[in-house]
Each structure stands twice: as C-alpha cells, then as structure tokens.
C-alpha cells in the first residue's frame, strides 16, 4: 500500500512511513499526500460510488492471475489509479478499503449493545451475542431484531457459514481443572495443530479455521480424508489438524504447519513436505444441531460416523476419569508425543460458541520463564500510534557476544506497559527503517511462553511461542543465554 500510495502521488516511501508512524494509519497517510502531491492529473473528475466498487471488483478479480505470476504489478497499478482519481478525504477512505480496515472505532461488541439498546430498551443482549455467534453476520441479526426477540433466538446455524468456536479457559492444575468441569471429566490430548471446524454437506466439504476463514483450498488433503472417513450427509465437526514429518512421523510444531495455513499457491508442494492428520473431537451439527445436546451425546454421535485411519483422520485422544493420576498420567503422555498438554471437558455440559464458560478447560505444563532484552520494536498503528509495540526479543550468545532474536512480544501489553516500554526504549533507538526501529538491547523483561520452537526464522535458530511480559528486569543487566535457552528447549 507505500508503493500504491507513492506511485499515485509521487511522494517518497520514506515521507509516506514517517506519516504512518505519526498516525498509526496508512489512511490518514494517503490523504496527506494527496492533498500535498506532486503529480497531477490533467483532468480531475468526480469519483462516484459505482466506478470505485468497479476497481476494486477489478482488483480482486486479479488475486488468482497474481498468485499465479507472483506478480502483484497490475494490482498496484489499478490500486494507484484509484488513489490518484481519490480527493484527500477520498483517498482516506479508499486506501482503509483496500486494507480492509475501515478505522471507524466500532467493534463488534458496540454493534451487540447498539441493537439492544435499538429494539429491546438495551435487554437481551445474551440473545443478540448468541444469534452472531451462529451466523457470524449482524446484518441477519439485525434483521431478526426487527420482527422482535423470537425472531432473533430462532435463528440457527447453517451449513457453509462458519460459527464461533466454543473457547477453553487455561488453568494451573489439575485440581483446578476438576473444579471448572467437574468429575468425571473427558481429557483430550491438546494438539499444537490448527483448530478446523469442518462442514460437510451433500458430498461438499469446506474446511474454515478458528478465525472464521476459508482454508478449504489450502488443504485438498483434509477435504478427501473427510470425504473418505466421515459417513454423514449434514454435518459439522470440531477437530484439529496436526501436521506430521512424513521421514520420521514426529508430530511437526504449528509454527511449520502453519506456512500451509497461509499459502495459496505451491499447495500440492507443501502438501507432500507436510502431510497432515484430521482429529475430530467435537460435533456441533448431525442433520441439524447438537448444541443443545451434552458433550457425551455429542462424542457418541462423533463415534458413529468416522472411520479411523492412521495418519489420515483419527478420533482424538481421550479417555474420561475422575482420577487426578490417571490425568497426570494421561498429560505425560501427551506432552512426550510433542503436544501441547491435555484438554478437561465437562460431560454433561452443551456447546457455547464463542464462550469460554468453564466447559473445558485447557492444562499447559509451565515452562520457566526468560529474561531477553528488546533489541527492536515498531511503531504501532491506530489508537496505540506514537507507541513502541512488536517488541522484538534477544538472547545472549556468548560465543558471537551479540544478542540474537527468539521471537518478537506482540499482544498482551497494556497501554501503560506500552508507554513505560515506549519511554524507555525511544532514547535506545540507533536506527530506523520505516516504522521499524533498532535500539540498544538495555531494556531487560523477564518473558513467559507456551513453547521453545526450533526456528529457520531466527538467527538464534529457535523461536518462542506466545511470549508475553511478566516483568520488567531492572534489576539485571545480561540477558539469559543462548545456552539456556538450548537447555530449556531439550528439557520439554
């Protein structure tokens, strides 16, 4: 977007990052260039609403050729065309469309309340969150609110039309687990994969991440082991994809499975390099919903219509207990295999999507944590511009004496943790590039995470998962070592 930016009104990309960072919004940045830019057209016309839905219709019609060509020229090109017709307010706008970031401060909770609030004097508003968790669509709901609150908990699920994933709580111990979810409870083995729910309908399956998006064409493997090993017309099944190194069958981190995740071309390539296994757990929908069923009802039809195959699609790992060692056993295990942990379910509770409810609960062993020192950050955007986020993460090699990155603190940070990190790093910065800078590695934080993760990515050749701040380490001055942190990686 610098580049379609630039090339529409002959700005430079440097003058175009340095508003950015001041702004925190890139749509902020295009109006400021085009109200001051150097190339003008010889006839200025009026932009009207069916010639920009066009462009961008023209734009996005051009995704299939660009892949192919991994040449995204034409795009830019038509993209510049529309900032350059833009007036500066319009190049606003045009530009946070294309971003698909419109910066209106309306999230989806406000949405929720607005429509209490509108038809029902601000009650129901469990119903409103409810209707949106099923269709993941606010134009429907709001429809619904207008034929009144019935109308609106008659809404259901659809096949095709993903619905929030029910979430998991995290908890300390097992006891704590027992306690959430009662006994007996179901365990599952928590997989380091990625969280597929699966629709099947009529022979047609789509396969939709946790995130609500389509990856349907990123995994044909997934769609034949379904098609091959579920036995049913109408169905939707929560399950997980694990990825697996076909030359010695280990189980491969979600870091690797997830360069499948992304990618929309060379598909059949990664396939072969990461194969992958489909392990339902859950089932939301049998030719019509299950929602309101228990969680062992739920698991008994799950039973009756998969057919297990190695290493394509196998029921998940689980057993039902009321025994804390037959839990801490069953952890054990998952955790030797290369899995995250073990998850706690509730037996007779029904599904609640998009709610973290206590019905299942999830178990991670604790790893010790680690103190790095921020060797970089970025400015951040939106309301959060002018501070230092994305902070990238060091550890001491002793052998180079240099630090050396294991991954980058991008979410958890409050806004006071942010402007206290902000403070202290701004004097540090020895260079910048566009809203990235570098800065002298003498802020020190003491670092939780879910895993250590071997890493192409790092120079340090590993790679933390989830780090976020525990504390800051003012009272130390050398970051923890490469080594330990090898050590660290050898003992999960």
């Not at 702004?23 to 057209?41: F, I, N, P, S, Y």
Request: with cysteine.
């Amino acid at each position: 977007m610098v580049d379609v930016i630039s090339r529409a009104t002959g700005r430079s990309e440097e003058d175009i990052t340095e508003v950015w960072r001041e702004e925190g919004d890139l749509g902020l940045a295009a109006e400021e260039m085009v109200d001051g830019k150097t190339q003008q057209r010889l006839v200025q016309k009026t932009l009207t609403v069916e010639e920009v839905m066009q462009t961008l219709d023209e734009i996005a019609s051009m995704e299939e050729e660009a892949l192919e060509s991994v040449d995204v020229s034409k795009k830019v090109g038509k993209a510049a065309d529309l900032v350059s017709a833009s007036s500066p307010r319009e190049a606003r706008y045009a530009v946070r469309n294309l971003l698909q970031n419109m910066r209106l401060g309306v999230a989806e909770g406000l949405i929720r309340d607005a429509l209490a609030e509108a038809f029902f004097d601000g009650e129901h508003v469990e119903d409103i969150q409810h209707a949106y968790d099923l269709t993941n669509d606010f134009r429907q709901v709001a429809k619904a609110c207008q034929d009144g609150i019935e109308n609106v908990q008659e809404l259901e699920m659809e096949l095709f039309r993903p619905v929030n994933s029910m979430l998991a709580k995290k908890v300390e111990s097992i006891e704590e687990g027992f306690e959430e979810v009662g006994r007996p409870a179901g365990i599952d083995f928590k997989y380091d994969g990625v969280r597929a729910q699966i629709h099947v309908s009529g022979g047609e399956v789509k396969v939709f991440t946790r995130r609500l998006e389509d990856i349907t064409e990123q995994f044909p493997d997934v769609v034949e082991a379904v098609e091959q090993n579920i036995d049913a017309e109408n169905a939707i099944i929560d399950t997980e994809i694990i990825g697996y190194d076909p030359e010695n069958d280990s189980t491969v981190p979600f870091q690797r499975l997830s360069k499948r995740v992304k990618r929309k071309y060379d598909i059949e390539r990664l396939r072969q390099e990461i194969p992958v296994e489909v392990r339902p757990f859950d089932l939301i929908y049998l030719d019509g919903s299950l929602l309101q069923q228990t969680y062992a009802e739920r698991l008994e039809s799950l039973r009756g219509i998969v057919r297990e195959k190695r290493r394509v699609l196998r029921l998940v790992d689980h057993v039902e207990t009321s025994s804390k060692e037959k839990v801490a056993e069953f952890d054990q295990r998952a955790t030797s295999n290369g899995h995250e942990g073990i998850m706690m379910k509730k037996m007779d509770a029904r599904y609640k999507p998009g709610k973290r409810v206590g019905y299942m609960v999830k178990l991670k062993p604790v790893m010790e944590t680690l103190d790095l020192a921020v060797v970089g950050a970025k400015w951040s955007e939106g309301r959060r511009s002018g501070w230092l986020g994305r902070l990238k993460l060091g550890a001491w090699n002793e052998e180079e004496q240099e630090h050396e990155m294991v991954g980058r603190m991008a979410t958890g940070l409050t806004d006071d943790e942010l402007e206290r990190i902000t403070d202290r790093l701004e004097p540090l910065v020895v260079e910048e590039d566009g809203r990235d800078v570098t800065v002298e590695p003498e802020v020190l934080l003491e670092v939780e995470y879910e895993e250590i993760q071997q890493s192409p990515t790092y120079e340090s050749g590993y790679a933390l998962r989830f780090p976020r701040l525990k504390a800051f380490r003012d009272d130390k001055h050398q970051a923890d070592t490469k080594e330990k942190l090898e050590r660290l990686y050898t003992q999960q």
